[in-house]
Structure formats: C-alpha cells, structure tokens
C-alpha cells in the first residue's frame, strides 16, 4: 500500500492550496487520515485528521483556514489550505492508518506519503 500526495506549491499569503493523497494497493482498507507538516528546524506536527466516520480534528494554528475531507470510493484525502500564512510554509505528509491482508491475516499499519512541499511567501 502506498500514498501518493501533491498539491503542494509556491503562493502568495493569502493565497490557498489543495493538497491530495490518494492510496493504493490491494487488499487493504482505511481508518483514520491525516495531513503533518515539519517546518525546517521543527518537528513534524499534525495539522488535520478525519475518521473513517468523518469526524475531523484540527490545529490550533489551522482552525478556521483548513479543511480536511476524504473520499472513501477513491481512497483519497484531501486539504484545502485558505488564508495561507509564511508560517504555513512545511513539508506537508499525509498519513494513514491501514489493514492490509498479509500471509493470510488482517495486520494493521501505519503509512505515510513522500511529502509535499508548501512555500507561502510574496
């Protein structure tokens, strides 16, 4: 199983960013998403995240800019960014919590995409 994200980009404050992740394999299914971020000399933090039920949790830094959303017929997640700050500027990860069907048995893993790269800057 894999995740592939993108989305990312140079924009102006202000400015808005919608980031994707869609997931692929075989024989797996999805629980929880969630966008992080790491600023350069910072740790990775959560930005979002959204339950297989669609319940959503935010930041602080984020709340009332961001909002996350899933499609579950595509597997994919997404963050629409508005109101983007300098402080925004991160490498952004989507992550998933999965259940593959491994050597014959349900194991549960955690999976991360290859990050995108967000810049906020005029």
């Known amino acids: 199983v894999q995740l592939q994200a993108c989305g990312g980009g140079l924009v102006q404050p202000g400015g808005s960013l919608r980031l994707s992740c869609a997931t692929s394999g075989s024989s797996f299914s999805i629980g929880r998403m969630a966008w992080y971020r790491q600023a350069p000399g910072k740790q990775r933090e959560l930005v979002a995240q959204?339950?297989?039920?669609?319940?959503?949790n935010y930041a602080d830094a984020v709340k009332g800019r961001c909002t996350i959303s899933r499609d579950n017929a595509r597997n994919t997640v997404y963050l629409q960014m508005n109101s983007l700050k300098p402080e925004d500027t991160a490498v952004y990860y989507c992550n998933a919590e999965t259940t593959e069907r491994r050597n014959l048995r349900w194991q549960v893993y955690d999976r991360w995409g290859q990050g995108t790269q967000v810049t906020v800057s005029s």
């Open positions: 959204i339950t297989s039920g669609g319940s959503t």
